[in-house]
């Protein structure tokens, strides 16, 4: 396919009057001053499209249904109890339409791929289902309606608590040992035939919670390459309970007993010292940020500032899938800053644009999160692209210094047109191509879902 686009931001440059022509998922060749008259078609602002990378899409179920206040009890309480509610309904199909549906918005927002953190395995009660990967299955399914990059990251979570508590009521459809984990995630490598040569597993330890140091060790072991997950320091109660147990705070106990390199991602690096938060940048791995759902938990600001000047990588998720947004996602990571630090523009070092900061490092820090060879426009890596509408009245004043902070700022995610993952144009005019059959699938899962809790 041959898209022709106004300008195109490769590298920190912009090309104008460009022409990106994509081979079996590549980009094959980047033609600046050429006509459109030969292109495919034809778009305004092209830019690299951004992974996805921490997604539990069932949870898109609940969006908005939490956000109230039970008198005495904890703020997490609310949550937690319906989303067990949920999980001893939820049936294959449903979590399959759910799915689909996320996949959709995610990328009708401009997410070319995403990091499916995958953990509900088994049957309500914690019965296996006879087919032992069914719910990674549908995954795979959603994946290969929408045509989204899909990573799929089988989640190992085992015990209730630090103390290897058993799990109970809801969490059992979460449960696995290390062998039943690795059986899963040799069934799903084994499945990846049925999508585009772009998806890949991965895995994930759920958190230092709800694995043990030695079945981490196991699974690492037993899993040498590909994207490595997990839930690090999100509430100060984890950190807490893991200093109790292990002696060290989660960040640091990861970084001295485990290998920790540029195939980690750490979800929810919310709460590190200023020691962790230096050797976490110079370690190599992603920070998984998530700012809306951790603006909607009440979690708590990352450590923004100190991060991002020693190098650290970040890349953005969804996470709960409360709202799907990529401005958003970009806005509201920079403003928990700016409240917390009562600055302007903190997330860039020294000085330039914090909005072409934010996108260039979440499009390749999510583009290594999730094993994608993607997340900059240059001939060989994967065309995971977005396209922008630069006339929308959220962009039309702003120069083309001024785009990005445009679209983490002002725009809405309606400045989208078009996206493609891995050359598969899945979004045209702000729609995707499955929309009308994806939503009513899911409009139909949701109430049968409600009917039944
Ligand atoms: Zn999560």
Redesign the pocket.
Known sequence: MKIHASQVLSGQNWLKNCCVTSVDGRIAAIEEGASADQADCSVDVLLPSLANL?S?TFQRAMAGMTEFRAAGKESFWTWRELMYRFLDHLTPAQFEAIAAMVFMEMQEAGYASVGE?HYVHQQPGGETYANLSELSDRIFAAAQQTGIGLTHLPVLYTYGGVNQEPLTGGQLRFSNDVDRFLSLVEACNGNLSALPADAQVGIAPHSLRATSPADLARVLQATPQGPVHI?ISEQLKEVADVEAKLGQRPVAWLLDNVDVDNRWCL??ATHMTEAETIAMAKSGAVAGL?PITEANLGDGPFNGPTYLEHNGVFGLGS??NVRISLTEELRTLEYSQRLRDMARNVMVVREGSVGQTLYTGAAQGGAQAVGRDAGTIEVGKLADLVAIDRTHPALCALNDDQILDGLCFVASDDVVTDTWSAGRHVVKNGRHREHDAIVARYKTAISDLLDSV
């Open positions: 921490h539990h953190f839930h979800i929810h998530c996470d709960s």
